[in-house]
């Protein structure tokens, strides 16, 4: 689940051929301003982790919960994209679930 800072998630061609990817705004209609514990009981509900580039989600990170994966704020869309495929290839979800992880 792409926080609100991301593009919609038609931009990331890869990694919708790669994975369900969903978008806080454009799926499911939360705002701009939606909070940080919204988003991620969300994510719990749907059993998706959250990409976001806001470190305060780390403090939400419960064990069996979402995972959290954080991205630097400076790449672009495309490096996001391939940053996010090269992640995820060939890894267990499961393994990072309650978990919160930097690429």
Do not use: W
Not at 1 to 19: E, N, Q, R
Not at 64 to 81: F, K, P, R
Request: charge should be positive.
């Amino acid at each position: 689940m792409l926080d609100t800072a991301f593009a919609h998630p038609s931009v990331f061609i890869k990694l919708k051929s790669k994975a369900s990817l969903k978008h806080v705004r454009h799926d499911y209609n939360l705002s701009r301003q939606a909070e940080d514990k919204d988003i991620y009981q969300l994510a719990t509900m749907e059993n998706r982790f959250v990409v976001t580039i806001d470190n305060d989600f780390t403090r939400l990170v419960k064990p069996n919960q979402a995972g959290i994966i954080l991205i630097n704020a400076y790449l672009s869309n495309e490096e996001i994209d391939k940053a996010l495929c090269n992640f995820i290839s060939g890894k267990n979800p499961d393994d990072f679930k309650g978990k919160s992880t930097k690429i």
